[in-house]
T-cell receptor, first 109, second 116 residues
Framework: GQNIDQPTEMTATEGAIVQINCTYQ??????LFWYQQHAGEAPTFLSY????GLEEKGRFSSFLSRSKGYSYLLLKELQMKDSASYLC??????????FGKGTTLSVSS | EPEVTQTPSHQVTQMGQEVILRCVPI?????FYWYRQILGQKVEFLVS????????KSEIFDDQFSVERPDGSNFTLKIRSTKLEDSAMYFC??????????????FGSGTQLSVL
């Protein structure tokens, strides 16, 4: 089975940088995903890591350390519209994506 | 951009009734999924479907649940006898056959099921 942990809530101000951490335990790791979910809406894909290191994509970056079972999502130049839940998800080979409980990020002005 | 569509957006039903939630996945996708999210809780995996059969299911997906791909476009989730605890947002998702980053899921906007 898989176990995914991430903080429940975080707050930050516009223009700041925030890092959302995720730890996972899985017996056959096959990729780590981050999704964004605005309240009442569907999750949308943000990033994917399968090898160690940093993947950068505009204001969002994601990092993975497979040996530590650790990932983080880095959001730069925060905007009010970034207020949402950020879902860490992992999968084992041949299995479905399993989500963590999500981190609710509140961005204030 | 192609998208996953779900109908209805809201469904209200009485406990014990059967409901069918409908989804039209993205046309060239081959893997289909149902997830649910109880209010304030995490997105939970229910079932995956590939090549006209269930490829994986969770403990939640018991005998009350079934899935079907009745034609080339629709993918349905049936709950045979709804319980109060089935009240949740149900998300359909699909993906294509590619591996790695292209294994990302595309989600529909969900059906909010309320069991009274």
């Amino acid at each position: 089975g898989q176990n995914i942990d991430q903080p429940t809530e975080m707050t930050a101000t516009e223009g700041a940088i925030v890092q959302i951490n995720c730890t996972y335990q899985t017996s056959g790791f096959n990729g780590l995903f981050w999704y964004q979910q605005h309240a009442g809406e569907a999750p949308t894909f943000l990033s994917y890591n399968v090898l160690d290191g940093l993947e950068e994509k505009g204001r969002f970056s994601s990092f993975l350390s497979r040996s530590k079972g650790y990932s983080y999502l880095l959001l730069k130049e925060l905007q009010m519209k970034d207020s949402a839940s950020y879902l860490c998800a992992s999968r084992e080979a041949g299995t479905a994506l399993i989500f963590g409980k999500g981190t609710t990020l509140s961005v204030s002005s | 951009e192609p998208e996953v569509t779900q109908t209805p957006s809201h469904q209200v039903t009485q406990m014990g009734q059967e409901v069918i939630l409908r989804c039209v996945p993205i046309s060239n996708h081959l893997y289909f999924y149902w997830y649910r999210q109880i209010l304030g809780q995490k997105v939970e995996f229910l079932v995956s479907f590939y090549n006209n059969e269930i490829s994986e299911k969770s403990e939640i997906f018991d005998d009350q649940f079934s899935v079907e791909r009745p034609d080339g476009s629709n993918f349905t989730l049936k709950i045979r006898s709804t319980k109060l605890e089935d009240s949740a947002m149900y998300f359909c998702a699909s993906r294509d056959m590619e591996t790695g980053i292209n294994e990302k899921l595309f989600f529909g906007s969900g059906t909010q099921l309320s069991v009274l």
